[in-house]
């Protein structure tokens, strides 16, 4: 099939690349001529494990492509929409801004037969605002919505190796004719069994906010059990391990810590509120702003951890931050717990100097007041307190005897539940985490 790709953002860029590897031919339009010059060279312009290599391998098939002129799109007959829908700045709300330019610049390339294919989360209720579009000016062109659940870090895997398919199509024949096409190009993971839903627009846009506030709602779940162990003197981690082993609920996701962030959790469950709000059912989703609440308190905890260690002074303190993405194996630092809590830490008076393995630079562009060093190992030097706060593996196997050597005082707060605590506290570590005993 010829395919273009509309976005080539965290999701665009790995879509385009896996659907050459699918044996497409795949041309990638982006607005952002630096990502495209990027792209053209085959530098994936984001970290992302096993990008760079599947871009090579494609690009050297001569099946993938990449431009800034909308016109490139011309001539593919599946257009996948993948531009970004963040949260508005005055509000929850999603902006559909970016959407909504992407399908308008697409409309004068459409021809009878095409499909576009929205990839974007959005509120439910734009594939059907979007499809009236297309059909007044394309009346041959089909709209389906194919929502997208990769995970950053596994973006690649997830794309060519999906848990499952959705797509939300009209009726009738367009929506028969759609399903085949969508077939065609998912045939390399339906050919391994991958179950695909075919339903109506409403429900596959539905799906994604939906799987979405169930894994926000699982891990503040599990955060807000961490706030009754510290008030019990409880352990999270074995009690997420013991509710996990019943398979109606499930150990994965129950990870307690600094709680959910990035460019996706945070902003789809308050743009869902938003909708479930403008469609005047708001209460049905009133749990999820608890679920917000109980996340960002998270954040609020770790600070004042930080604070109660130091005696209540924050001022002047030294403070090493081993983490800034929001996640390990991702440089994405959209709404980053561990940039956030770095970045109160500084506001409050501390010196804090922060050092992540991927996401020093764009962590640095998003907070340029604070102190950023290439290891942990420089990160700590003279460190009164140390806040383990996104998980690489890299900070997991750190060396708790080596690293006491270049403190001031061995005192390690864990944001993640992701250190051995008896290694760090028989190296002569103070150790605290969150969830994990009185505070
Ligand atoms: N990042 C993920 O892991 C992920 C996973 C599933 C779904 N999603 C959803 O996919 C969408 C994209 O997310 P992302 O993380 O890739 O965002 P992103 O910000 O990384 O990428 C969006 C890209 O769209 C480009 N763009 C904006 N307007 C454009 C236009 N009119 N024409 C062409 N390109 C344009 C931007 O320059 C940018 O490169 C969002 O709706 C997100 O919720 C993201
Ligand atoms: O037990 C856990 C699991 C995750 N997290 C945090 O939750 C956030 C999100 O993690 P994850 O879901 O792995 O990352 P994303 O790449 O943002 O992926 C989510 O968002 C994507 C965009 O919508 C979806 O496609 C994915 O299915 C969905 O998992 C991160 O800050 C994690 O640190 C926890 O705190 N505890």
């Known amino acids: 099939m010829r395919i273009s790709v509309i976005g080539c953002g965290y999701l665009g860029a790995v879509h385009a690349a896996c659907m050459a590897k699918l044996g497409h031919v795949v041309t990638g339009f982006d607005v952002d001529k630096e990502k495209i010059d990027a792209l053209r060279r085959g530098e994936a312009p984001f970290f992302e494990p096993g990008l760079p290599a599947l871009l090579t391998e494609v690009m050297a098939t001569g099946r993938l492509s990449f431009s800034d002129?909308?016109?490139?799109?011309?001539?593919?007959?599946?257009?996948?929409?993948?531009?970004?829908?963040?949260?508005?700045?005055?509000?929850?709300?999603?902006?559909?801004?970016?959407?909504?330019?992407a399908v308008t610049s697409l409309l004068p390339h459409l021809a009878d037969g095409d499909l576009v294919v929205g990839k974007s989360t959005v509120p439910v209720g734009s594939a059907e605002r979007l499809a009236e579009q297309i059909a007044s000016t394309s009346p041959g062109a089909t709209l389906v919505w194919n929502p997208e659940f990769l995970r950053e870090g596994f973006a690649v895997k997830d794309t060519l190796h999906p848990d499952r398919l959705v797509y939300g199509v009209p009726e009738g024949d367009a929506g028969a004719r759609a399903v085949e096409i969508l077939d065609e190009v998912y045939a390399g993971p339906i050919a391994e069994g991958t179950p695909r839903i075919v339903s109506d627009y409403a429900t596959a846009q539905l799906v994604k906010v939906a799987a979405n506030s169930f894994l926000a709602t699982k891990i503040s779940f599990i955060n807000a059990m961490a706030e009754l162990c510290e008030a019990t003197g409880a352990d999270v981690t074995h009690l997420a391990e013991a509710i996990g082993h019943d398979e109606r609920i499930g150990r994965r996701f129950l990870n307690a810590g600094l709680g959910f962030g990035g460019g996706c959790l945070p902003k789809d469950i308050r743009a869902f509120m938003a909708r479930a709000d403008e469609l005047g059912v708001d209460q049905a989703?009133?749990?999820?702003?608890?679920?917000?609440?109980?996340?960002?308190?998270?954040?609020?905890?770790?600070?004042?951890?930080?604070?109660?260690?130091?005696?209540?002074?924050?001022?002047?303190?030294?403070?090493?931050?081993?983490?800034a993405s929001f996640k390990p194996n991702s440089d994405d630092v959209r709404d980053s717990p561990a940039?956030?809590?770095?970045?109160?830490?500084?506001?409050?008076?501390?010196?804090?100097?922060?050092?992540?393995?991927?996401?020093?630079?764009?962590?640095?562009?998003?907070?340029?007041?604070?102190?950023?060093?290439?290891?942990?190992?420089?990160?700590?030097?003279?460190?009164?307190?140390?806040?383990l706060l996104t998980e690489w593996p890299e900070f997991v196997q750190l060396d708790p005897v080596?690293?006491?050597?270049?403190?001031?005082?061995?005192?390690?707060?864990?944001?993640?539940?992701?250190?051995?605590?008896?290694?760090?506290?028989?190296?002569?570590?103070?150790y605290r985490a969150l969830g994990r005993g009185k505070h």
């Not at 993640?416 to 760090?424: E, F, G, K, V």
Request: proline share 4%; net charge negative; hydrophobic share 45%.
């Open 69 to 101: 002129d909308p016109a490139a799109v011309a001539g593919s007959n599946v257009h996948f929409v993948c531009v970004g829908t963040p949260q508005v700045s005055d509000g929850n709300a999603a902006d559909m801004t970016y959407v909504d330019a």
């Open 285 to 323: 989703l009133s749990f999820l702003r608890e679920v917000d609440a109980i996340n960002l308190r998270r954040r609020s905890r770790m600070v004042t951890l930080a604070s109660e260690e130091l005696d209540g002074t924050l001022e002047g303190r030294r403070i090493a931050v081993l983490g």
């Open 339 to 387: 940039l956030d809590v770095a970045a109160k830490l500084r506001e409050l008076g501390a010196q804090v100097v922060v050092t992540d393995p991927e996401a020093n630079a764009n962590a640095k562009a998003r907070q340029p007041q604070l102190v950023f060093v290439e290891s942990a190992e420089d990160a700590v030097v003279d460190a009164e307190l140390v806040l």
């Open 402 to 430: 080596a690293l006491a050597k270049l403190v001031d005082s061995p005192r390690m707060l864990d944001g993640r539940n992701a250190l051995d605590p008896s290694a760090w506290r028989d190296a002569g570590w103070t």
